[in-house]
């Protein structure tokens, strides 16, 4: 059972498309963080949410924790080839003691 | 931010040979390190705690003598893959915390093909 889920894991869109990842949990995060990672390569941190309800922007990329802190969504504006990777998010939660995984969305931006 | 490296980053190595590889964090020191292995376009497959000074602490399903973990001091861990044989070609990655809680950096990953 996946303690985290994301949907959609797989993703292709043209340039130019917004898109919505989500990543949800029946279990309370105590943070949650958003990876990408591109392939061949280790993933890179993009961004730490612990708050409940909110918001956080690096340029195209919104990230949103929600209000009970189970869910999380990673909005990215105008897509661009170079936001092709796998994007992953994980959290730490009170129940377990390491960083949890979800399985991954894997999205194309085709030029 | 805080780097983490391995090495090497791709290994080819024969059937019944052991490969090492290192885990070094450069400007920090990880007392903690974990261990990851990743099919292609799946998520990270949490093999193994790493604890400095430790005996690690590895994942349900994961082989111990298979894959020995040694953290010796508190900048360097390595994954040792005893008697590699092909099912054991992936990529492993690794990662120590050093940021705000729950934040983990990675490693460049490092591809194992045993022919």
């Known amino acids: 059972t996946q303690l985290l889920e994301q949907s959609p894991q797989f993703l292709s869109i043209q340039e130019g498309e917004n898109l919505t990842v989500y990543c949800n949990s029946s279990s309370v995060f105590s943070s949650l963080q958003w990876y990408r990672q591109e392939p061949g390569e280790g993933p890179v941190l993009l961004v730490t949410?612990?708050?409940?309800?909110e918001v956080k922007k690096l340029k195209r990329l919104t990230f949103q924790f929600g209000d009970a802190r189970k869910d999380s969504s990673l909005h990215i504006t105008a897509a661009q080839p170079g936001d092709t990777g796998l994007y992953l998010c994980?959290?730490?939660?009170?129940?377990?003691?390491?960083?949890?995984f979800g399985p991954g969305t894997s999205l194309s931006v085709i030029p | 931010g805080a780097v983490v490296s391995q090495h090497p980053s791709w290994v080819i190595c024969k059937s019944g040979t052991s490969v090492k590889i290192e885990c070094r964090s450069l400007d920090f020191q990880a007392t903690t390190m974990f261990w990851y292995r990743q099919f292609p376009k799946q998520s990270l497959m949490l093999m193994a705690t790493s604890n400095e000074g430790s005996k690690a602490t590895y994942e349900q399903g994961v082989e111990k003598d298979k894959f020995l973990i040694n953290h010796a001091s508190l900048t360097l861990s390595t994954l040792t893959v005893t008697s590699a044989h092909p099912e054991d070609s992936s990529f492993y990655i690794c990662?120590?915390?050093?940021?705000?809680?729950?934040?983990?950096?990675f490693g460049e990953g490092s591809r194992l093909t045993v022919l």
């Open positions: 994980a959290g730490d939660t009170t129940s377990y003691d390491k960083v949890i």
């Open positions: 990662s120590a915390g050093g940021g705000g809680p729950g934040e983990l950096f």
């Open positions: 949410v612990v708050t409940g309800g």
